[in-house]
């Protein structure tokens, strides 16, 4: 069973900002574990490049050899954390710009997710097109306000996901959400400028 987290080091950072890495481990997240076959067929690769993909994100512990399901011609993986969290504090300079390709590539993954989403959603039953939502709230509020805010949105997402329902109960599927809070851009005066 994969733990809870984990918060990659610059080097992770590194490693999870190839977009191809990103689908690999929410695949092994959300389906479970698999061979480079199965997820090359999925994600439309060649093996070698899976198994090249698959050997980086190991490297950085983000997914493990899955030894009771393997053999000698198959090797499977599953994840070994059930998310990664990066925190948006300030990093060293050594690690921002690894910090900002990884944002960037979680970025695309969400857009990708929230554009398959839009496309399903007409033909999702009446009841899964009620539970779900893609709206936005701009308040005005200080960092300490702000951050007291997305503390309580965790903790209130944390209840959920710790008494999810069983995988297979009847009527279920797995609901996304993303969280995603920041100042307006533009809005806030930045470091090192002249204003």
Do not use: C
Not at 167 to 180: E, H, I, P, W, Y
Request: no cysteine.
């Amino acid at each position: 069973m994969a733990s809870s987290a984990i918060t990659p080091s610059a080097a992770g950072l590194r490693a999870l900002s190839h977009p191809t890495r990103l689908k690999m481990l929410m695949l092994l997240r959300s389906e479970g574990p698999a061979t480079a076959t199965q997820l090359a067929q999925k994600l439309a690769l060649n093996t070698g490049a899976t198994s090249y993909h698959l050997r980086q994100l190991a490297e950085h512990g983000f997914i493990v050899e899955d030894h009771e399901r393997g053999d000698a011609r198959d090797r499977w993986w599953r994840a070994a954390h059930q998310s990664t969290h990066m925190g948006m504090a300030t990093r060293p300079e050594e690690e921002a710009e690894d910090a900002e390709a990884y944002l960037q590539t979680v970025a695309l993954m969400y857009t990708e997710t929230l554009m398959q989403a839009v496309a399903e959603r007409r033909f999702l039953p009446a009841a899964w097109q009620a539970a779900s939502t893609t709206s936005d709230w701009h308040i005005r509020l200080t960092p300490t306000r702000a951050e007291e805010l997305l503390d309580a949105l965790e903790a209130v997402i944390s209840r959920f996901w710790d008494t999810e329902e069983p995988r297979d109960s009847q009527g279920t599927a797995d609901f996304v959400v993303n969280l995603n809070a920041f100042p307006r851009p533009g809005t806030v005066v930045l470091e090192g400028s002249e204003e």
